[in-house]
């Protein structure tokens, strides 16, 4: 992970003044006891799905006594390295729309997604959408037409409360840095690259990932979904279907603000498949992601910008130009599973950021604390659920 100076080094502050991050040994829910249904992937993350990779570059810093940068930028590429020559299906849907996803337009015309996605914070959206064409340019050849043409997707959630979302921090090579270092494996998650200052249900969170595998069509198929998550308040957490929310009542995070706490935030979340499925099966499919939210206790507030969007890696030679093209595809019969695969992995993502989330200190000294996950074990316990945890 990178890390940002502006201004005042953040090297000169001592190690106890330093926001926390998430460590790369964190448990994640699943190491709590958290129990969920279905079957993960190997690695419980989006890129369970072959070929998906995730890059973050994550800025951190303290350029005086009253302004504290805390923000980033993640980066999703459904194909690896050949992301921009090789399209995939897509989909998009927004639950409520007090957001920004650009590039949605052509996504819901040509039915592709035509590059990566990218998340940031809400007034950050600008300079990663140029970055991100500047990006297209540099990969190489124009496309078919004979020009580098993009309309990026670029997504945001707002930092406000953490960051100093009006110095405008993010910049071009963080989006490089971001899009560069994107790989397989284990997803950093918690505070972390578009993630960094996120909080939800008025707890430290960001950058969650889980994934789902099934058999449909005798073949195994696998969904995968990051979320960052930076919605609702304390009263309505959800989890393991225990209202927690009620019971981990200190430390609220908006509780000082005017007026009392209010929904201030908003929920990007990315559904990748193997599956072969069409754009307006992927429609279908995308939608399910608001069920997985809502088994946590969103409720797409009017302040909430909750927007989602899905793909598929199958069906590679779709978008090439030449002869009429066959594609494959999974009967609307058989689509009911990857329904539910998408509502289990989207809930487990979201707790996923959650658990990850560390506590942080930042803009004008606001402070949010992480969720106590010993505390969260309690709760479970006296509800039975609470699965054995292994020493």
Wanted: include cysteine.
């Amino acid at each position: 992970m990178q890390l940002v100076r502006l201004g005042f080094l953040v090297a000169l502050m001592s190690a106890a003044a330093l926001p926390a991050i998430a460590a790369d040994d964190a448990p994640r829910a699943r190491d709590l006891g958290i129990p969920f249904d279905g079957k993960p992937g190997p690695l419980n993350a989006i890129t369970d799905v072959a070929g998906v990779t995730v890059g973050v570059h994550t800025i951190i810093a303290d350029p005086s006594a009253d302004v504290a940068v805390r923000t980033g930028v993640t980066a999703i590429l459904p194909r690896g390295e050949a992301t921009s020559q090789k399209p995939v299906f897509a989909a998009w849907f927004a639950l409520n729309g007090n957001g920004e996803m650009t590039g949605t337009t052509w996504v819901e015309e040509s039915g592709f997604l035509e590059g990566p996605v990218l998340i940031t914070n809400t007034h950050s959206v600008g300079t990663v959408h140029e970055a991100a064409i500047r990006w297209r340019v540099e990969q190489g050849s124009p496309d078919d037409s004979g020009y580098w043409w993009s309309l990026p997707v670029v997504a945001e959630t707002w930092d406000g409360f953490l960051n100093d979302i009006n110095g405008f921090h993010v910049r071009a090579e963080h989006v490089f840095s971001a899009l560069s270092s994107a790989k397989g494996g284990p997803v950093p998650e918690g505070n972390v690259g578009g993630g960094t200052g996120m909080t939800c249900h008025e707890f430290k969170c960001g950058t969650g990932s889980a994934s789902r595998t099934l058999d449909v069509d005798d073949g195994q198929f696998t969904v995968g979904v990051l979320v960052q998550a930076n919605y609702g308040l304390r009263d309505t957490l959800r989890i393991a279907g225990v209202p927690v929310g009620k019971y981990l009542t200190s430390d609220r995070a908006y509780a000082a603000m005017p007026g009392g706490p209010r929904e201030l935030g908003s929920i990007i979340i990315v559904v990748a498949t193997d599956a072969p499925l069409l754009p307006h099966q992927l429609k279908r499919v995308v939608k399910r992601a608001a069920l997985g939210l809502a088994r946590n206790g969103g409720i797409a507030s009017n302040g909430s910008g909750d927007i989602f969007i899905a793909f598929s890696t199958a069906n590679e030679a779709a978008s090439q130009s030449g002869p009429v093209k066959q594609v494959s595809t999974i009967s609307n019969e058989n689509i009911s599973p990857f329904f539910q695969a998408t509502v289990e992995a989207t809930e487990e993502a979201i707790i996923n950021a959650m658990i990850a989330g560390r506590d942080m200190t930042g803009h004008k000294g606001h402070t949010v604390r992480a969720i106590d996950h010993a505390e969260l074990q309690r709760v479970l316990a006296e509800h039975n659920r609470l699965n054995p945890v292994s020493e």
